[in-house]
């Protein structure tokens, strides 16, 4: 069987993309060392200065060979990015410190915060996320969202690195959060697994539009809830409960909760039989 055709149809789609994209698993490896870098216990290692700043410029070195791959479609020169880029990690840095103090004064599951660098999803979750989102505020195309899916497919959380995300924040236990490309969260806001902070319709003229919720200081969202809309904002100091569909704004110090009620009766033709276990 001959697959001529089919070939030189897959050859002449991917010939104009191929060579425009940052090698995936490179900015994987890229992603993993420049976390490892600011958190060194992940590789088991003490913290020692020249160490991490030797890693450091592994780091940058790697970055530059990533942008020269798409530099034409850069708003500055590769390496003046790269500089750019490492004069802003410090305060996202001094984020992250801030979002593990707060997971340790707030979980009582976590047992100290070398706990939390570790095995948390959600913390690894916003660590990627941080670094992602100075390279799009940067407007670097492509390889902040391609670390920001590395984070996804390891701990099934989505956050867009355009999202605007304060500290502290808590992420717990975290499959299926999805946090959306314009998105705005406030400081001290804690959510729960199955989260969405989503658009309420999905249009191509909307790119530039503010399509998802913001979120301000000091709110609680339990598992399940969804959240729609650009103009949808959840007031500070407000609790909302599982499972809760919020389309419209919630006025600060609310508790929000979905009204349902749980019945329990005895099933009907059904005997219990000697020795049988319910």
Not at 176 to 186: F, L, P, S
Request: glycine share 6%; net charge negative.
């Amino acid at each position: 069987m001959k697959h001529d055709k089919f070939v030189r149809r897959v050859k002449e789609f991917n010939a104009s993309h191929c060579g425009e994209v940052p090698s995936l698993v490179e900015v994987h490896q890229f992603t993993e060392n420049l976390i490892h870098t600011l958190f060194p216990i992940k590789r088991n290692l003490l913290s020692n200065e020249e160490e991490i700043a030797l890693e450091m410029e592994r780091c940058a070195i790697k970055l530059k060979e990533l942008l020269y791959s798409i530099r034409d479609k850069l708003s500055m020169d590769p390496e003046d990015l790269v500089e750019e880029f490492f004069t802003k990690v410090p305060d996202a840095f001094e984020q992250l410190v801030c979002d593990v103090n707060e997971i340790t004064r707030f979980d009582p599951a976590a047992g100290c915060q070398e706990e939390i660098i570790l095995c948390y999803p959600g913390f690894f979750c916003i660590s990627v996320y941080r670094m992602a989102h100075i390279l799009y505020t940067l407007k670097v195309p492509v390889l902040p969202r391609i670390m920001a899916e590395y984070a996804h497919q390891k701990t099934g959380i989505d956050i867009h690195p355009g999202a605007e995300i304060d500290s502290p924040f808590f992420i717990d236990h975290g499959t299926g959060v999805v946090i959306g490309e314009t998105a705005r969260i406030g400081k001290k806001v804690k959510i729960y697994q199955g989260v969405t902070l989503g658009a309420l319709t999905v249009e191509k003229d909307m790119a530039n539009v503010k399509r998802h919720p913001t979120i301000e200081d000091h709110v609680i969202i339990y598992a399940g809830s969804t959240i729609l809309g650009g103009s949808t904002v959840i007031g500070h100091h407000t609790v909302v409960g599982g499972n809760t569909w919020i389309t419209e704004s919630i006025q600060p110090n609310s508790v929000v909760y979905r009204n349902h009620r749980v019945e329990i009766r005895e099933r009907k033709g059904k005997s219990k039989t000697k020795g049988e276990k319910l």
